[in-house]
Structure formats: C-alpha cells, structure tokens
C-alpha cells in the first residue's frame, strides 16, 4: 500500500491519507496547541491502551482542551483504525487540537477540537540493532517545565535530537538542575552495581508506558529497580545505560559522550531486559490466538 493509500481518521471519518485537509487556521497549525500518543500495536492489539488513554486525557486537562470522545468512543475509533490497516504490528499516531479559530493567544469560545489519527507498520529495535547499540550525548535541557504534557511543541526535542545526530550520536541525554531527566525522545535506565534506576516520574520528564512496564517486568523478575533521581556524573559512571520507548522498546547506550559504556556492548542486566521484553510481546500474541 503506498502511503497516500493508507487510510487515516479525522474528524469523525476515515479516508485515504491523500485526502486528509485541516484548516490552515488550526490552532494545532498556527500555535503547536494541542497534544498527540503513540500506540503501539502487536499482533493487531493496542499495547495497555488503557493506560495510554489515560495519559491522553491527562495531557487534555492540562492544556484545558476538551476531551472529544469518550472513553469508549476512543477505544471503538482506534480498533477500527487497526483493523483498516494491513500490518499485524502497527504505530498508531493520534493528535487532538484545540480546533480552529481566529488567531488569538487567548482560548476561542465553542471551538471543536480537530482529531487526527493515522496508523503505519511499527518498526522496533530488531535483535541486530539491540547487539549493536547506540551513541548518546549529554545535553543541558532546554524544554519548558511541563514535560509531562505530551505536546506537540516538540521544537526543543527536535533541536537537541539533531544536536545529536550532528555529533555522530542518536540520542541527547538531558541533563536539568546536575539531574538527568530523560532523552531527547525517550526515557532514560542506568546500571549501578546491579541496581536499575530511572527517573521518578516529575513535570520534568513524560510518564513513558513502555517506561512503567520495564520497571514493573524488572520488579517481576526479581531485577532490583528503584525510581531514583541521578546525576550526570552517575549517568557518565554508570555500568549499562539503555533508552526505552514505544519505537525503541529497550536500547542500549554503547558510547556517551564519546566514551564508552561498559566495554562497549550491551550489558547483562540490558540484555535480560531486552529479553523478558520479548517475551512479553509473544505472551500477548499468544493470548490472541
């Protein structure tokens, strides 16, 4: 199917992409105002989309647009979108703006939110790619102070993302207040004498799913995980070092800041991660069939 074949949701009708058209007045267009999920899809199932939807209305309230659907609605669109595309494994973008208006910074009055979804074949770190690993930067986080939105005003993650890749590296560790927060596009997992940490879920950094599930498979699997603020000096000392997300699932960071991590491959305790990760995904496969 070529991608102007595919076919997407807006506004209350799914169409070829081809044909898709918001407004130019769109706030989401003029101003970045609104917000946006990711949602993977295995084996034609959203991944805990419960929790997603959860987030998506966190992410509504905070930026006081009303919720369009609800819940139930959400859930019905969304396994429609799915079961209109041909993958088995999908990632589904869905993105809700506060509607179109006059261009005004203040709030319009009785605007109808825009609803965009689109669904295309998820691409995940392969076993390949995991044994290679990637290189990672630390930055100075320069983002504003509700990280916790999923907004998409994604400007200074796109900057220092490309600071990144202009280094030779693929990802930029950001560093707030001498803590690391989280990647430029990802949540952030350290090794220290066997212990996992990762970020405390805050307003400086986004409530990860797939970052929640690592913490609780390594807890099941008897993996000692705290939720810990560290430093960049922790960070740069660390034994592993791996990024999570719906894209990455569990990648490990091989070189940092031109050093390298470990020696230089994925550590033991990443690659058990990766690994009950996988499992996870084929349990839930298999419960379909």
């Not at 993977?40 to 369009?68: C, M, Q, W």
């Not at 209109?84 to 203040?106: M, W």
């Not at 949540?187 to 879920?201: E, L, Q, R």
């Not at 230089?264 to 839930?284: D, H």
Request: net charge negative; charged share 25%; glycine share 6%.
């Amino acid at each position: 199917m070529q991608m102007s074949d595919q076919l997407v949701y807006l506004n209350g009708e799914f169409m070829p992409l081809s044909e898709a058209r918001v407004p130019v007045l769109d706030r989401g267009f003029i101003f970045g105002d609104g917000i946006y999920e990711v949602i993977p899809v295995y084996g034609k199932r959203l991944f805990r989309l419960d929790e997603h939807l959860d987030r998506l209305n966190n992410s509504l309230d905070a930026t006081r647009i009303p919720n369009p659907y609800p819940e139930s609605e959400w859930k019905k669109i969304l396994s429609q979108l799915v079961m209109k595309n041909e993958a088995e494994d999908q990632s589904v973008y869905l993105q809700v703006t506060r509607g179109v208006a006059k261009r005004d910074h203040a709030f319009p009055e009785k605007v109808t939110p825009t609803v965009f979804m689109m669904s295309n074949p998820l691409i995940v770190t392969s076993e390949e790619a995991f044994n290679k690993g990637v290189a990672a930067i630390t930055l100075d986080d320069i983002r504003w102070q509700y990280c916790n939105i999923k907004a998409i005003t994604l400007l200074p993650n796109i900057l220092l993302r490309q600071t990144a890749i202009d280094e030779g590296a693929q990802e930029a560790i950001l560093v707030r207040g001498g803590e690391v927060t989280e990647g430029s596009a990802s949540n952030i997992f350290i090794v220290i004498d066997g212990v996992i940490k990762t970020p405390p879920k805050s307003s400086r950094l986004l409530p990860g799913i797939t970052r929640d599930l690592i913490v609780e498979l390594a807890q099941k699997n008897n993996l000692k995980c705290i939720e810990a603020n560290f430093s960049r000096t922790e960070l740069e000392a660390a034994d592993e070092i791996w990024l999570t997300s719906s894209m990455k699932e569990v990648m490990p960071i091989v070189k940092l800041n031109d050093e390298p991590v470990g020696d230089s491959k994925p550590g033991q305790i990443t690659r058990q991660m990766f690994n009950i990760f996988q499992e996870y995904k084929a349990e839930l496969k298999r419960d379909l069939d």
